[in-house]
């Protein structure tokens, strides 16, 4: 489950592009705290804090605690990060207000292991990822870190559905209506070559019947 981070932050007296790009020159990052029927809150918050967050690489499905933002502890959701589309500093943050209970739509990480028990990778197959982040409904106090699937006893041109995905309990797949595929074991190319010129040579040296 990933933990709450914490993360202080200064209401903002000002709007504008020229307010947001005084901030951004003094070390500090935009932002917004909105959703909960509440009326939005226009903060900022430090650069170098946000971009250690950011780092983490679970930032995005991290239920944030925004401190000192008009007085108050809010918990919220990370929903947008608006980055430079040169240097990839942030630029902009919005953030969702939320219950400590509120089911909430996150993006969680799949990670695949046991590769090394998979007969199919063992002769050559090569793992094809189609989803590598699953759209997950779940409780706001229970989101997971990561996905995890196993690989043990797949072979080549197995196929991992996401009906046969373990999910945490209470956790579900949004839009879910089909079973799509999450990864396959596919043969690599060369095996693929190999085995079409030996068709090829076969049908070759068959002799037409007269």
Do not use: C, W
Request: hydrophobic share 40%.
């Amino acid at each position: 489950m990933s933990e709450a981070l914490t993360l202080s932050a200064e209401t903002r007296e000002r709007a504008g592009k020229g307010a947001s790009r005084a901030m951004r020159l003094q070390g500090r990052v935009p932002a917004v705290v909105y959703g909960n029927k509440q009326e939005a809150l226009s903060i900022h918050v430090e650069e170098k804090v946000l971009v250690k967050m950011l780092n983490t690489g679970h930032f995005m499905n991290s239920v944030v605690m925004i401190e000192g933002a008009g007085g108050e502890v809010i918990r919220t959701l990370p929903k947008d990060v608006q980055f430079h589309p040169v240097n990839d500093r942030p630029l902009h943050v919005d953030f969702l207000r939320i219950g400590e209970h509120t089911s909430v739509h996150v993006n969680v990480p799949v990670v695949f292991t046991d590769e090394e028990q998979s007969p199919g990778i063992k002769r050559g197959g090569v793992l094809n990822v189609v989803a590598h982040e699953l759209e997950l409904i779940v409780d706001a106090a229970d989101i997971p870190d990561e996905i995890s699937i196993s690989l043990a006893g797949l072979e080549v041109g197995s196929s991992i559905h996401i009906s046969q995905v373990a999910l945490p309990a209470g956790a579900k797949v949004n839009h879910a209506e089909t079973d799509f595929t999450v990864a396959t074991i596919v043969a690599p190319s060369a095996l693929k070559s190999s085995e079409g010129d030996t068709e090829t040579e076969a049908a070759e040296g068959e002799t037409p019947e007269a």
